[in-house]
């Protein structure tokens, strides 16, 4: 008889597909939220929120504040501000599938930095050429705004910096790390937040239950379940699975927001995945030869 207890790698595998597809559905939420608010107040909050949850979840009074080391929650904070109102600029003007594109040349980037293998130029290609496809070549078709463009980048280049500054030691446990960065990133948005006008109606009981959804959906459901699915899968599955994302953003935009694309576009979609999955074997391979 089928059981799902007994098969924990495929357990894990179906946890980190909920995961991104709750991580990504949280993206077409924002978008329905930049209607009523602000861009600003929505990723302010979103980061506020999403930082009190997981202060709940893992305890975060626990902490012996004596072992964090600032500087690395620092920077790995103004990264994750940087990353969260930037791709929240980039979804406002560009589909849900396309800004998450743009945004993964990001780690990839990461990733390539540190392999190089021989076979790196393929993935460097595939990730050049996703970019030339998702530009519409019929002109009557609508093109893609370059400011949206440009946040996606920058949203891309600030998600470097997060999983550099992620890999400093901060002292604390991973979990802790994030819950903190959460926190000196909502003191940096926050702020900017109210100066730039801060609607009251934020906090309406009909409105602030979006917000709340937005947290959960955009930072507690999916971080606690990656938590969960890294147990029982290797950095490579692990990877692999994660390089699905933009392709679960664009069904996300479809299905939720009618976001209709190409077939170019679709098939930049998968060629940035493929880049992804390949540089994510490649990099893995590295490791395993420098353990050897």
Known sequence: MFNMKNMPQLQSILLLLIAMISLQSSGSLAKVLFDQFPVLTVSALRLC?????????????????????????????????????????????????????????????????YARQKFDFIWVGLAILGLILLFPFNQASPSLDPTGLLFALAAGACWALYIVAGQKPSGISGNHTVCLGMFVGTAILLPLAIFMGFPNKVFESSNFIYF????????????????????????????????????????????????????NQWLALATIICASIGCTYTTQQAKLKVKD
């Open 49 to 113: 929120l999403s930082a009190l949850i997981l202060a709940v979840i893992f305890k975060i009074w626990q902490l012996n504040v004596k072992h964090v080391k600032w500087k690395a929650i620092l920077s790995y904070g103004c990264a994750l501000a940087g990353m969260n109102l930037l791709f929240y600029l980039a979804i406002q003007r560009l589909p849900l599938g396309i800004a998450v594109s743009v945004e993964f040349i990001g780690p990839l980037s990461v990733a390539l930095y």
């Open 212 to 263: 709340i959804a937005l947290a959960i959906l955009a930072s507690a459901l999916p971080f606690s379940l990656e938590m969960i699915a890294l147990r029982n899968l290797t950095a490579l599955s692990f990877g692999t699975l994660m390089s699905v994302e933009p392709a679960i953003a664009a069904l996300s935009g479809f299905v939720f927001l009618n976001e209709q694309l190409l077939w």
